[in-house]
T-cell receptor, first 113, second 108 residues
Framework: DTAVSQTPKYLVTQMGNDKSIKCEQN?????MYWYKQDSKKFLKIMFS???????INETVPNRFSPKSPDKAHLNLHINSLELGDSAVYFC????????????FGEGSWLTVV | AQRVTQPEKLLSVFKGAPVELKCNYS??????LFWYVQYSRQRLQLLLR??SRESIKGFTADLNKGETSFHLKKPFAQEEDSAMYYC??????????FGQGTELSVKP
């Protein structure tokens, strides 16, 4: 009965590879997000989608491309991985875009070697 | 500018001692503020939001608009409170703007 689930939980890959992280929510929420937690544990939003439409794109490199096939799914594809992409990526969802509680997934630990 | 500041990176207390994790914000308008907690290698979980005025796991937080603060308090810390605590502000589009986080360590 996991509310926001993302896969894989751990991912180790070489520089230059392309990888995807998948996210699904079963809360019936309209809005989904991707957040990045860096090595200093700082959290910053990357993207948000509302009903499959891109709402927020926070100056993220073009190598990162989110895709939302439906409002319950928001996947993150990363091209040409770099060492600096190593981080924990959290998927999240909320009922709507305005001032609602955001629920997070368990995180995907990405290590680029 | 919308900003959240948590001045303490690490806070270490003994079990049974009072705890206060500081949070200051910058926001024009009526802010919506949250505290999230992250236990080791787990997801972020909502601890409190200011409009609910609830006490969760013994923690409380009061919004002080004059001081633009939303400090998190607990009168008696427990070892299981050891975790990373994030103060967050709801910004445009519903996104959360996080503070830098404070790691709370409760020693026996």
């Amino acid at each position: 009965d996991t509310a926001v689930s993302q896969t894989p939980k751990y991912l180790v890959t070489q520089m230059g590879n392309d990888k995807s992280i998948k996210c699904e929510q079963n809360l019936g929420h309209d809005t989904m997000y991707w957040y990045k937690q860096d090595s200093k544990k700082f959290l910053k939003i990357m993207f948000s989608y509302n009903n499959k439409e891109l709402i927020i794109n926070e100056t993220v490199p073009n190598r990162f491309s989110p895709k939302s096939p439906d409002k319950a799914h928001l996947n993150l594809h990363i091209n040409s991985l770099e060492l600096g992409d190593s981080a924990v990526y959290f998927c999240a969802s909320s009922q709507a875009t305005a001032r609602n509680t955001i629920y997070f997934g368990e995180g995907s630990w990405l290590t680029v070697v | 500018a919308q900003r959240v500041t948590q001045p303490e990176k690490l806070l270490s207390v003994f079990k049974g001692a009072p705890v206060e994790l500081k949070c200051n914000y910058s926001y024009s308008g009526s802010p919506e503020l949250f505290w999230y907690v992250q236990y080791s290698r787990q997801r972020l979980q909502l601890l409190l939001r200011h409009i609910s005025r609830e006490s969760i796991k013994g923690f409380t937080a009061d919004l002080n608009k004059g001081e633009t603060s939303f400090h998190l308090k607990k009168p008696f810390a427990q070892e299981e409170d050891s975790a990373m605590y994030y103060c967050a502000l709801s910004g445009w589009g519903g996104k959360l703007i996080f503070g830098q986080g404070t790691e709370l360590s409760v020693k026996p």
